[in-house]
């Protein structure tokens, strides 16, 4: 289903990717022992991250390499955010609606570009989760840290994905690229918001820490127990032993010493 790539100005790109490249250095900024140039790089892989993530897996040339301004834009918001920390921080609700105004625009331009290059719809709505969320995620794998993408907390690829259905969806019935990227953007800064705003999230996975839980209160209990009583029992099934077995106990058998001869055979020998 080839279609027209949604598109917005140079300026509001630019804008999405500053804005990335701020948060990036605002995150970088609490770990120690990184100069400036390791949080220019880390500014530049957040801001551009999800852009070439989306480009490499098109096989095309980074929309980013395209002009300078990209590089200029994000080396210089991830330096103001390693200068003003502080101050930015107490902007903080200003810098979570931009991030998620650009996680839609993210993923409306790398959905629609996908299909423009006559992608399925499940590889494009693919790529458009990746080209709205790859920038988080490669700053994490620089920083040699669990990537924030895959843990417990409110809903980042999850609003992303949802934005991007919505536009195939509209897109499908024949509506106008820019109205349904327009939607896809509204419809995923709406949840992001919201999921910040009610601390929404996915539910955690819980086959494997059910049992963890059960055996840690196995062991508690018996902890307690040796507290309050003095004798700790250990939660262990010890198999029974048969009835036979408790009625008719077994008698020690007695070892017999048998005395041996020399072998030239003159006599016993000591015991």
């Known amino acids: 289903m080839p279609v027209e790539t949604f598109e917005m100005p140079i300026a509001v790109d630019l804008v999405a990717v500053g804005v990335g490249s701020l948060q990036g250095a605002l995150f970088a900024a609490g770990f120690k022992r990184i100069d400036l140039l390791g949080v220019a790089i880390i500014g530049i892989a957040s801001g551009i991250g999800g852009g070439f993530l989306r480009d490499i897996l098109l096989g095309v040339s980074p929309a980013a390499f395209s002009s300078d301004l990209y590089l200029i834009v994000a080396t210089g ?15 903080d609700p200003v810098i979570t609606l931009f991030d998620a105004l650009s ?10 570009k996908a299909l423009a290059f006559g992608l399925p719809i499940a590889p494009a709505l693919f790529i458009g989760v990746v080209s ?16 924030a993408l895959m843990h417990v907390g409110s809903l980042y ?8 259905t919505v536009l195939a969806v509209l897109l499908a019935f024949d509506v106008p690229v820019m109205v349904a990227g327009g939607v896809c953007v ?3 800064t709406l949840l992001r918001l919201l999921a910040v705003r009610f601390g929404w999230s996915l539910p955690e996975q819980r086959a494997l820490s059910r049992i963890r839980l059960r055996k840690q209160r196995q062991v508690e209990e018996a902890i307690d127990q040796a507290l309050h009583t003095g004798m700790l029992t ?6 029974q032993p048969q009835p036979d077995e408790q009625e008719t106990p077994t ?9 041996g001869r020399s072998r030239g055979g003159s006599g016993p020998q000591a015991p």
């Not at 918001?77 to 902007?91: D, E, N, S, T, V």
């Not at 690829?157 to 991007?164: K, N, S």
């Not at 008698?251 to 005395?259: D, G, V």
Request: charged share 20%.
């Open 157 to 164: 690829a999850v609003a992303a994905l949802l934005g991007v």
């Open 77 to 91: 918001a991830a330096f103001i955010g390693m200068l003003l920390q502080r101050l930015l921080r107490k902007a």
């Open 251 to 259: 008698k020690p058998r007695r070892r017999r010493h048998r005395r």
């Open 103 to 112: 996680l839609g625009l993210f993923g409306a331009i790398g959905t629609t």
């Open 186 to 188: 509204a419809v995923t």
């Open 132 to 147: 709205a969320v790859g920038g988080g995620v490669l700053r994490d794998v620089i920083l040699n840290i669990p990537i």
């Open 234 to 239: 250990v939660p262990i099934a010890l198999p």
